[in-house]
Each structure stands twice: as C-alpha cells, then as structure tokens.
C-alpha cells in the first residue's frame, strides 16, 4: 500500500531553521507530483509548496517564499522542506502530498496520498 512517512518537525525559536522530510513507498515517486500542506489548530489545510516529478516546477505559498524550499531526491523516494527565518505563524502540522498529473497542482483535495503529518512548533 501507500505510505508517506514525514520526519523533522520539532519545537525551535523565532528564526530558527528546520528541514523536513518525507519518505514514500507504493508509488513510482520519480512519476508523482509532491506537496506540502500545513493546518493550524483552527484553521484549514492550506499549501506551502510543491514540486512536480522532474523538478522543473516548484510553486510555493507567497507567506513561506524566500524562506522555504522545497526539493526531490527520486533515488531516496524522499521529498524535503527546508525551513528557514521560522516565525510563530508557521507553527502547524506539516503533511505531505503526492499526486499524478500534468500540471503541480496546490488545492489540497487534488492530491491522492497524505502522509500522517509532523508538528512544527515556533516559539516567540
């Protein structure tokens, strides 16, 4: 079957850094578009990034642009989060993604297969 095993999240400070990482076994990876969403208590599931399966396209949110990237490595079937300058507002679960498609879509009811999330938790 399908899993999404993401890793990483943790507690850290204002401006620290983590990366994420989610490992996917059952699909082809190298064929599969990957995300990743984030829901804070309260609020909906929203976007943060994609990549789409050669890496020639790589959406992200405007809230996490030029402080998150996003990156594939197909061998390892692991895609990753690199988060940097993390704010408050960035305390979430963080969920990753696939999906099969042409385009790298960013609504979060397009996407196939979901990982079981990790917390990510950002103090002042």
């Known amino acids: 079957q399908v899993q999404l095993v993401e890793s990483g999240g943790g507690l850290v400070q204002t401006g620290d850094s983590l990366r994420l990482s989610c490992v996917a076994s059952?699909?082809?990876?190298?064929?599969?578009?990957m995300a990743w969403f984030r829901q804070a208590p309260g609020k909906e599931r929203e976007f943060v990034a994609a990549?789409?399966?050669?890496?020639?396209?790589?959406p992200y949110a405007d809230s996490v642009k030029g402080r998150f990237a996003i990156s594939r490595d197909n061998a390892k079937n692991t895609v990753y989060l690199q988060m940097n300058t993390l704010e408050p507002e960035d305390t979430a679960v963080y969920y990753c993604?696939?999906?099969?498609?042409?385009?790298?879509?960013?609504?979060?009811?397009?996407?196939?297969?979901w990982g079981q999330g990790t917390q990510v938790t950002v103090s002042a």
């Open positions: 993604a696939a999906k099969r498609s042409v385009i790298v879509l960013t609504a979060s009811r397009t996407y196939n297969y």
């Open positions: 059952g699909i082809t990876f190298s064929t599969y578009n």
């Open positions: 990549i789409s399966w050669n890496g020639d396209s790589i």
